[in-house]
């Protein structure tokens, strides 16, 4: 039972536009959504993260959206620059103090020169 | 300020065998958990460890079993290891209690071929 889905195995954009990421999730319990991102031969890396009491949180050129009721949050990139092409994870968990992840399936990104 | 390393890089075992991997947390942290990541899937979680004793688990057979040690270090043992126990193994450590315990540190991996 995939309780967190990324639909997108890949996604190309062009340099300079914006990378749009998204994220389905079908556990109403999960209160707490992260994004990391992952180069090949290296673990991945914290990027962004969203409480369940919030609808937007931003850092930099990375933005996260959450919508409760559709359970589904997105991770917007603008503008999207060559070092951002990887793998991104979208991840959940349950109640604070709870570090167990429950992590997608990924998504590669491509920036095109 | 060494981030969370991980030892052996790669690793060939057959069906059957017993394999330990290990894993040194980011310093200053307390809490270590282990993923596995199968080829095209995300990291699924395995169990973490806090206060050398196990403190969550997924699901996972008894087969897993892992330990941490005084110094927060810890090890993944598989044993009776199967072709589909091949995968990625991920270590990521974290400071419990704290605001930013989920955004939890990994090390590289280790890369475990069962033949």
């Known amino acids: 039972d995939q309780q967190v889905k990324q639909n997108s195995p890949s996604l190309s954009v062009q340099e300079g536009r914006i990378s749009i990421l998204n994220c389905d999730y079908t556990?109403?319990?999960?209160?707490?959504f992260l994004w990391y991102k992952k180069y090949p031969a290296e673990g991945p890396t914290f990027l962004i993260s969203?409480?369940?009491?919030?609808d937007k949180n931003e850092d930099g050129r990375f933005t996260v959206f959450l919508n409760k009721s559709a359970k589904h949050l997105s991770l917007h990139i603008v503008p999207s620059q060559p070092g951002d092409s990887a793998v991104y994870f979208c991840?959940?968990?349950?109640?604070?103090?709870?570090?167990?992840?429950?992590f997608g399936t990924g998504t590669r990104l491509t920036i095109i020169p | 300020d060494a981030g969370v390393t991980q030892s052996p890089t790669h690793l060939i075992k057959t069906r059957g065998q017993q394999v330990t991997l290990r894993c040194s947390p980011k310093?200053?942290?307390?809490?270590v958990s282990w993923y596995q990541q199968a080829l095209g899937q995300g990291p699924q979680f395995i169990f973490q460890?806090?206060?050398?004793?196990?403190?969550q688990r997924g699901n996972f057979p008894d087969r897993f079993s892992g330990h941490q040690f005084p110094n927060y270090s810890s090890e993944l043992n598989v044993n009776a290891l199967l072709l589909g126990d091949s995968a990625l193994y991920l270590c990521?450590?974290?400071?419990?209690?704290?605001?930013?315990?989920?955004?939890?540190?990994f090390g590289p991996g280790t890369r475990l071929t069962v033949t």
């Open positions: 990521a450590s974290s400071l419990v209690g704290t605001a930013w315990a989920y955004e939890q540190y």
């Open positions: 991840a959940a968990t349950i109640n604070f103090g709870n570090e167990k992840l429950t």
């Open positions: 969203i409480s369940s009491i919030k």
């Open positions: 556990n109403s319990m999960f209160d707490y």
């Open positions: 310093s200053g942290h307390d809490t």
């Open positions: 460890y806090y206060e050398e004793e196990e403190r």
